[in-house]
């Protein structure tokens, strides 16, 4: 049988439209789009009509879209970028984000408090959600930077951007969003969602791995994390990836034109398959489930521990995860489940089901029948 790939919030596979789009760039157009000959300006061209397409996603203008690494560099550069520059303009040294956030900021505000930044972590409430009020309520007069994700890679739950941002707006605070699960998924306007900052990656919008993107809102200048040549306005050095360059901006834009049928069709899916997991006896859903990522389900089934159940479901071909990529191997249990209320019993059991562009009915009801006779198999060695 045929690998069922139910896995897209790790990362998805690149569109067939998307490659094609790529491959010139590599051998016949390979000039540097600094050059000034004809090659050069050819791969320009390129780099430019993808910074269209990537400001399209987001409803922005092409000159506040800065291309990056991925989603991790864009959330480091955002967040450290932007607190170097504000504390040296003496605007204060205090940092608010949420405790549910991916490590790429995380880990970022870690390191910012070793350089005498101080963070505050929001906790959330049992769906994962960051309350507006209490973003109000952690605000200082030294507040520099608040940085709260647009949607959770583990349990799929949607921030209320838009209410903290108008907030943060009228105040004057910077605000940056990861929006990696979010961007070519749900619709995305910049504007609406007061932002000054977003971040965004290839590989999780069917775009090649290894390239992302920063949305800078007009006016905000952070120190760059790369330095060296004069590109992307003197502020991320080196010479541009443009074959990866112009697979996201082709990414983005497919991602543009079929957002909506495509979130209509998975939240369908989604919530039919959400149903179907309560079916099975001890079950609970992890995440909000109004306020939530069309393809994300995340469950948890009583006494049934994850490392057991992604065994069989592997050796059954399904590929699901236990929570995070990136957290995958360790044995600490998610950060964003404990910070949800979980006990560690309970974050031990949860499963993450990501749907995709590829995903079908047929491929759900093939899990189901797998995870009902493995749930039936475990119980029943347990009570042997
Ligand atoms: C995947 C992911 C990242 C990291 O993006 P990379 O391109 O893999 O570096 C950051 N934030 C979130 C929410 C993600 O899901």
Redesign the pocket.
């Known amino acids: 049988m045929k690998p069922v790939y139910l896995d897209y ?3 998805t596979p690149v569109d067939e439209r998307v490659l094609p789009a790529m491959l010139p760039y590599f051998m016949e157009q390979f000039g540097n789009p600094s050059s000034v000959y004809g090659q050069g300006r050819a791969a320009k061209r390129a780099v430019a009509q993808a910074r269209a397409q990537v400001a399209a996603l987001l409803q922005a203008e092409p000159e506040e879209i800065f291309f990056t ?7 480091n550069w955002a967040l450290k970028g932007m607190a170097f520059a504000l504390r040296r303009a003496g605007r204060g040294c205090h940092i608010i984000t949420s405790s549910v ?5 995380l880990n970022a505000c870690a390191w910012l408090e070793q350089q005498g930044f101080a963070v505050t972590y929001l906790p959330v409430d049992v769906a994962g959600r960051v309350q507006p009020q209490q973003v109000k309520d952690a605000v200082r007069d030294d507040t520099i930077l608040v940085s709260i ?1 647009t ?3 583990e349990v799929g739950t949607i921030e209320p951007i838009a209410e903290i941002g108008a907030f943060l707006q009228a105040k004057g605070i910077f605000f940056h969003t ?4 979010a961007a070519g998924h749900i619709p995305l306007s910049v504007d609406e969602l007061h932002v000054d900052a977003l ?1 965004l ?4 919008l069917y775009g090649p ?4 993107a920063l949305y800078l809102r007009r006016g905000f200048r952070p120190d760059p994390l790369v330095h060296g040549g004069s590109q992307e306005r003197e502020l991320r050095a080196g010479t541009e990836n443009t074959a990866g360059i112009v697979g996201l901006g082709k990414a983005a834009e497919i991602a543009r034109e079929e957002l909506t049928t495509e979130w209509e069709r998975l939240s369908e899916l989604r919530d039919w398959f959400m149903a179907e997991i309560k079916t099975i006896p001890g079950s609970w859903i992890n995440g909000d489930e109004e306020y939530r990522l069309p393809g994300n389900v995340n469950f948890g089934i009583e006494g049934i521990a994850q490392d057991t159940l992604l065994i069989r479901l592997d050796m059954a071909g399904f590929a699901v995860s236990a929570g ?3 957290s995958a191997g360790s044995l600490e249990p998610s950060h964003v489940l404990k910070a949800m209320g979980q006990t560690p019993e309970q974050a031990a059991s949860a499963l993450r089901v990501t749907l995709g562009r590829f995903t079908t009915k047929d491929e759900l009801e093939g899990l189901l029948t797998v995870l009902q006779q493995a749930v039936t198999a475990i119980r029943g060695q347990a009570g042997s």
């Open positions: 919030a790790a990362t690494s991925g989603g991790s560099e864009s959330d956030e991916h490590h790429a900021v994700m949607a959770n890679n990861d929006a990696v699960q971040s990656s290839g590989h999780k791995k290894g390239i992302g995070s990529a990136c």
